[in-house]
């Protein structure tokens, strides 16, 4: 029997990199999905195919994190469709590079919105969901290493990181009564579109996978496996916590 057999699980930002890469693997363990994308394409529907190849049931629900209409009828539309949701996975973000003098306020609104705020009320319609169905829940949200290190010229992607491990730590306090664990997964240089100007220029490159002690970047899957073990009954008893997966390039430090 798979792991998430019976389960399902609204994954954001799930058209690419982590979050694609998480909804596969969810999928793969036998949960059906809840893709949540910003615009429903052609790329969405083969990915819905590709989930639904896995055996399981694929909903598209195109939303944007920071509507919170838009998001509490996705839920609403998740649940009716799938019967349930049970877990959560808060993935869905972005990242504007400025030096802090140069941030625009439209920017740093934007950054904070999808990465944090978004994330806040989603949690909070799938934990009254899940208040209603009377059963615990999981809520994972990808962080990241950023949410403790400071990252030059990323200051608003910091901030809402930050925000986003006391998020976690709030939320997990709160929500334990209801049976709902909530952990964030901090990733470092992982291989994704987010790292595209990173991943396509070697003088970017080879300097950052210097400083990673297992000398490569990150790939979804290495994300996807642990997300699946915080939605799993394994992790029945594991809330409060970030997970690291970075190859060690948080704590990294030498001196020649
Ligand atoms: C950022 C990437 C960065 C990585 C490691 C991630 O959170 O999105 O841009 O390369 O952290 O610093």
Request: aromatic share 6%; with cysteine.
């Amino acid at each position: 029997m798979k792991r998430l057999a019976g389960k399902a699980a609204l994954v954001t930002g799930a058209s690419q990199g982590i979050g694609l890469g998480i909804a596969l693997r969810l999928a793969e363990e036998g949960a059906d999905i809840a893709l949540n994308v910003l615009q429903d394409n052609a790329a969405a529907a083969e990915t819905q195919a590709r989930i639904a190849a896995l055996g399981v049931r694929c909903l598209v629900l195109p939303f944007d994190v920071t509507d919170l209409p838009a998001m509490r009828a996705a839920v609403e539309r998740a649940v009716q469709g799938l019967g349930a949701l049970h877990i959560l996975v808060n993935n869905a973000g972005i990242e504007k590079r400025a030096p802090f003098l140069e941030v625009a306020e439209q920017d740093y609104d934007r950054v904070m919105a999808v990465n944090l705020k978004g994330a806040f009320f989603l949690a909070q319609a799938f934990a009254a969901h899940r208040q209603a169905a009377g059963q615990g829940g999981r809520i994972i949200n990808i962080s990241s290493v950023h949410e403790n290190l400071p990252f030059p010229n990323f200051a608003p992607y910091c901030l809402s990181k930050g925000g986003m491990r006391m998020m976690m730590r709030n939320l997990a306090i709160e929500l334990a009564p209801l049976g709902i664990t909530v952990n964030n997964i901090a990733p470092g240089a992982i291989e994704t579109p987010i790292n595209a100007r990173l991943m396509n220029d070697p003088a970017l490159k080879e300097p950052l996978l210097a400083r990673i002690p297992q000398g490569r970047l990150g790939k979804p899957a290495d994300v996807a496996g642990v997300a699946a073990f915080l939605a799993s009954d394994d992790a029945d008893y594991v809330t409060a916590t970030t997970t690291v997966v970075d190859g060690g390039l948080l704590w990294n430090y030498a001196e020649q």
